[in-house]
């Protein structure tokens, strides 16, 4: 395994981290089976968020050995109360009495960002969090790299966490330069680009120094390329999965010319495919958060998981689609070609379905 001093931190933390989102879908023996078997591969990054709903299975997984790991969590509320009970049962759901780095989950807009900042809000929360030994380090999380630049700057967080992939790459001259000017570490999520790299080897494989790869390791092969990159987190199911992506790391990186390759292959991949996440998209003149749908469709249909996205579609209330005025500026940016305006509409049609009292019932 390969070891990184993450930013100023201090801690030294291994290059692959395994995210908590994807327990979601896997029962407490296979996650449980998963996280062994990363720890003694040498990952000592955990990844989870309040909302994944799996820190529990993951603070039973690692009983015995919290001192061997870095644990990391998340926050979406910006109440400094809910904050607070936000975190006291994430501590318990994690069976720790300190959380290693406590995010902020989803850093948006700059309206946003003074509610992070003021006096009282978010950031002295987690500060004071921070004496009382509660959390170690501060981080904030965001698919939005101006949001994640703006919290940089206040130097007031440890690390950051943003979406980078062959098709995503405007990290490279934003956050990414930031942190490292800052001291700050850079954790990669979205490397699969929403499963758009997920596809099977035989479909569309990528051609790396003669060798055909599948499209997932070529993906995580030119992101561990960059020496600036402390962590990628994956979402992994089972044993065999992290075995594989293990075995990346003992592979060199990527040249130049390599890297251009698994761009150029990564063009024609997307196309039709689903959403990078680019933002290429936006704005829009109505405000409406165009890749945060795609989001939420993935989680529809990946993670088959509906409790998720109700509890966050209600948390971050985003403008609905009945704001667009079908002005068709999106769909001509948009290099994929996806149907901004259909999507919008489907998703806003199972999140009102999911406001509806019957259906909560169901899921709380
Ligand atoms: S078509 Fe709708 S979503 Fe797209 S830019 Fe116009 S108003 Fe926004
Ligand atoms: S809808 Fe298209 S342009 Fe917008 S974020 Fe997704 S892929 Fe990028």
């Not at 100023?8 to 089976?33: D, M, P, Y």
């Not at 170690?136 to 943003?162: E, Y």
């Not at 990414?176 to 997920?198: M, N, Y």
């Not at 290429?280 to 088959?304: A, N, Q």
Request: contains cysteine; proline residues 5%; hydrophobic residues 35%.
């Amino acid at each position: 395994m390969e070891y990184r001093e993450l930013g100023s931190t201090g801690l030294k933390v291994s290059r692959i981290g395994l995210g908590g989102f994807a327990f979601s879908i896997t029962t407490r023996k296979e996650s449980e089976r998963a996280i062994h078997r990363a720890l003694d591969l040498g990952i000592n990054y955990f990844d989870n968020a309040r909302l994944y709903g799996t820190e529990n299975k993951v603070g039973s997984a690692l009983k015995g050995r919290r001192d061997k790991v870095v644990i990391a969590s998340k926050c979406h509320f910006r109440d400094p109360r809910e904050i607070e009970s936000s975190l006291e049962k994430s501590l318990r759901e994690l069976s720790t009495d300190y959380i290693d780095i406590y995010h902020i989950h989803d850093v948006k807009s700059e309206e946003e960002f003074f509610e992070i900042i003021k006096p009282g809000g978010v950031l002295e929360t987690y500060e004071r969090f921070k004496r009382e030994g509660k959390i170690r380090f501060i981080g904030a999380t965001g698919h939005d790299n101006q949001a994640l630049v703006r919290i940089l700057k206040t130097g007031r967080v440890d690390l950051v966490m943003g979406r980078y992939n062959p098709l995503t790459r405007d990290v490279e001259n934003s956050v990414i330069p930031l942190t490292r000017r800052l001291g700050k570490g850079f954790i990669v999520i979205s490397a699969l680009a929403w499963g758009i790299f997920s596809v099977p080897a035989e479909a569309y494989p990528f051609e790396i120094a003669g060798k055909d790869f599948p499209a997932a390791e070529a993906s995580f092969r030119y992101i561990l390329s960059n020496p600036d990159v402390d962590v990628v987190l994956a979402g992994v199911k089972n044993e065999r999965e992290i075995e594989e992506l293990v075995t990346l790391l003992e592979l060199p990186p990527l040249n130049e010319k390599e890297k251009a390759r698994v761009v150029w292959d990564s063009m024609g991949l997307g196309k039709g495919s689903g959403c990078t996440q680019c933002g290429v998209c936006m704005p829009c003149p109505e405000g409406i958060d165009i890749p945060l749908y795609f989001r939420y469709m993935t989680y529809l249909k990946e993670y088959h998981s509906d409790q998720y996205p109700a509890l966050t579609w209600q948390a971050y209330a985003p403008p609905f689609s009945k704001a667009c005025t079908e002005c068709g500026v999106c769909i001509e940016r948009c290099p994929f070609e996806l149907p901004i305006i259909e999507t919008l509409r489907e998703v806003d049609s199972i999140a009102e379905k999911m406001r509806h009292p019957t259906y909560r019932d169901e899921y709380d």
